[in-house]
T-cell receptor, first 112, second 115 residues
Framework: GAGVSQSPRYKVAKRGQDVALRCDPISGHVSLFWYQQALGQGPEFLTYFQNEAQLDKSGLPSDRFFAERPEGSVSTLKIQRTQQEDSAVYLC??????????FGPGTRLTVT | DQQVKQNSPSLSVQEGRISILNCDYTNSMFDYFLWYKKYPAEGPTFLISISSIKDKNEDGRFTVFLNKSAKHLSLHIVPSQPGDSAVYFCAATSRGGGSQGNLIFGKGTKLSVKP
């Protein structure tokens, strides 16, 4: 079966542009997580969905960050008015019931 | 304030020998621990996990040891192979009280296994 996929793999945005990052989780996985990984750091939690419900968005760094999962499968992370400090790898992970989360390859965002 | 710490940024080991990667945590609420391996330009890949009710879990060449009193865990790879060269992340979570299970990661240790 297919793993978690993310698109685009790489995105270059000019400061002030809006971007949308997509995540296709493993089919049947109820839980979906977004993480941000800065260079030389471990992934840091952004937000969590259980099916279509966003149950935790405490890790979103500002109100410029918005995530949705309207039908309980595909999720989109949107960043408005991108800033240089938003440059990072954005990782999506899904899991079924256990706590082993399966990660996608990530989207590397570079804001110039 | 890092809740999960991997104090060694890098480790170099000879092929065939044992690799030991260490991880410390500060939050007593953590009750489940995981190790992920990451190759460049790929997402982290789940390797092995351990519940806080155990002190050891083994899967092939990989063994994780948990010392709750010391808030310390380690990953042993025996024997080490060149293909094991990657960045290894330690992660922790709390599963109690209906927790959603988001992971708290360390900064990673880059393992190089030399032929």
């Amino acid at each position: 079966g297919a793993g978690v996929s993310q698109s685009p793999r790489y995105k270059v945005a000019k400061r002030g542009q809006d971007v949308a990052l997509r995540c296709d989780p493993i089919s049947g996985h109820v839980s979906l997580f977004w993480y941000q990984q800065a260079l030389g750091q471990g992934p840091e939690f952004l937000t969590y969905f259980q099916n279509e419900a966003q149950l935790d968005k405490s890790g979103l760094p500002s109100d410029r960050f918005f995530a949705e999962r309207p039908e309980g499968s595909v999720s989109t992370l949107k960043i408005q008015r991108t800033q240089q400090e938003d440059s990072a790898v954005y990782l999506c992970a899904s899991s079924f019931a256990a706590y082993e989360q399966y990660f996608g390859p990530g989207t590397r965002l570079t804001v110039t | 304030d890092q809740q999960v710490k991997q104090n060694s940024p890098s480790l170099s080991v000879q092929e065939g020998r044992i690799s030991i990667l260490n991880c410390d945590y500060t939050n007593s609420m953590f009750d489940y621990f995981l190790w992920y391996k990451k190759y460049p330009a790929e997402g982290p890949t789940f390797l092995i996990s351990i519940s806080s009710i155990k002190d050891k879990n083994e899967d092939g060449r990989f063994t994780v040891f948990l010392n709750k009193s010391a808030k310390h865990l380690s990953l042993h790879i025996v024997p080490s192979q060149p293909g094991d060269s990657a960045v290894y992340f330690c992660a922790a979570t709390s599963r109690g009280g209906g927790s959603q299970g988001n992971l708290i990661f360390g900064k990673g240790t880059k393992l190089s296994v030399k032929p």
